[in-house]
Every structure is written in structure tokens, then in C-alpha cells.
T-cell receptor, first 107, second 117 residues
Framework: KNEVEQSPQNLTAQEGEFITINCSYS?????LHWLQQHPGGGIVSLFM???GKKKHGRLIATINIQEKHSSLHITASHPRDSAVYIC?????????FGQGTILTVHP | EPEVTQTPSHQVTQMGQEVILRCVPI?????FYWYRQILGQKVEFLVS????????KSEIFDDQFSVERPDGSNFTLKIRSTKLEDSAMYFC???????????????FGPGTRLTVL
């Protein structure tokens, strides 16, 4: 069993829909990162969370430390949001990645 | 805006050859990382580097791999004798270390695609 599990693995949406990607982890972590990997392969850090909630534009990330769960939400999705979204746990230098969620937003 | 750069963007090599992948982190950053992603698989952590030494490394980072910061600006990953299974995209990242922990943002380079024939 992976220490960091994401769901769903694949997600298809219509433009404008509200999207949620979930990440559950079974190890203790000091921080959780959400990353976006573009179709060309480039990786961008979206959020780093150790508690609570963060918002940036149409993206919102939340984390519940007790439940070992984080969610990434995209409001008013757009085709340019199509990418792989990856959550990554950090625990005293050890970095554990989820397998990624492939998001496709159709116009 | 400052960014992490990597060269080359694509490296093709023969099995058994040595390769050096180069990264220029953001200039005031203090922590440096290498990751790899085999095609179709998830990103994997290789190594972190701070204060001119390795901080952490994964089980993937065996004796065939080494890292160096030769001149204060470049951060290199060397694979001594490449294997077919080393074919992957290799990403470099750096972070500032504001908080003194592991929680601030890492900035990723665009990656080097390594193909071992």
C-alpha cells in the first residue's frame, strides 16, 4: 500500500465545473505539497500546507492533520487546468509522492 | 522572476556511459534536490543537498549516483555507468529555507529527459 494515496486517478470535467482531488496519507508528515505537472512534464509547486486551508486564485487546498487527508479544489475549471496533480508528503526530509491525478477539462 | 534552469533538456547516451545533468538553482536558495520520473510513473525523490553535503537520499540513490555543487551556482547529478532503467525525466529543485524546516516552497526546474540506449 502506498504511503500517499490520491483519488481519483483520472478525472474528466467540463469547463466551469468544481473539481476536488483527494490525498490521504498513512505516515506522519510535517507538510504536504500539491504540485502540478504540465503535459510537457514541467512541475510547479501550487501549495505547501501544514494546517488549515490556503487559497490562490481558483485553487483551494485544505488539510486535516487528524484525519491525514488533504484536498485540492479547483473552482470554475478551465481547459488550461488540464494537468497531473500530485500530492507529496514531507517527513523530516523524506519525501513521499502520490501517484498523481490526471485531470482533463473539456471546453 | 528567478527560476531554476537545467541543461541539457534532453540527453541521449549509451548504456554504461557516464552522464552529468546540470542544474542552476535560484541564487539565494540553500537546499537543493534531485527527483526523477520514469515515463508513466510517479515522481520519485533521489537526494537532497544542503551546506555542501547530502542531507537525505532515497534507496534509488545508490553508488552509481553522485551530486556536487562545484562552483556555488551549479548543482550536478552524475550517473557513473548508466543503465537502461535510468531513462527518465530528472528534475532539479531548490528552496530558500526560510523556516528552518522542510515546509517552504520548492521551485522546480524544467527537467532533463535522459534516454539510455
Amino acid at each position: 500500500k502506498n504511503e500517499v494515496e490520491q483519488s481519483p486517478q483520472n478525472l474528466t470535467a467540463q469547463e466551469g465545473e468544481f473539481i476536488t482531488i483527494n490525498c490521504s496519507y498513512s505516515v506522519g508528515i510535517s507538510a504536504l505539497h500539491w504540485l502540478q505537472q504540465h503535459p510537457g512534464g514541467g512541475i510547479v509547486s501550487l501549495f505547501m500546507l501544514s494546517s488549515g486551508k490556503k487559497k490562490h486564485g481558483r485553487l483551494i487546498a485544505t488539510i486535516n492533520i487528524q484525519e491525514k487527508h488533504s484536498s485540492l479544489h479547483i473552482t470554475a475549471s478551465h481547459p488550461r487546468d488540464s494537468a497531473v496533480y500530485i500530492c507529496r508528503g514531507t517527513s523530516y526530509g523524506k519525501l513521499t509522492f502520490g501517484q498523481g491525478t490526471i485531470l482533463t477539462v473539456h471546453p | 522572476e528567478p527560476e531554476v534552469t537545467q541543461t541539457p533538456s534532453h540527453q541521449v547516451t549509451q548504456m554504461g556511459q557516464e552522464v552529468i545533468l546540470r542544474c542552476v538553482p535560484i541564487s539565494n536558495h540553500l537546499y537543493f534536490y534531485w527527483y526523477r520520473q520514469i515515463l508513466g510513473q510517479k515522481v520519485e525523490f533521489l537526494v537532497s543537498f544542503y551546506n555542501n553535503e547530502i542531507s537525505e537520499k532515497s534507496e534509488i540513490f545508490d553508488d552509481q549516483f553522485s551530486v556536487e555543487r562545484p562552483d556555488g551556482s551549479n548543482f550536478t547529478l552524475k550517473i557513473r555507468s548508466t543503465k537502461l532503467e535510468d531513462s527518465a525525466m530528472y528534475f532539479c529543485a531548490s528552496r530558500l529555507n526560510l523556516a528552518g524546516g522542510y515546509t517552504d516552497t520548492q521551485y522546480f526546474g524544467p527537467g532533463t529527459r535522459l534516454t539510455v540506449l
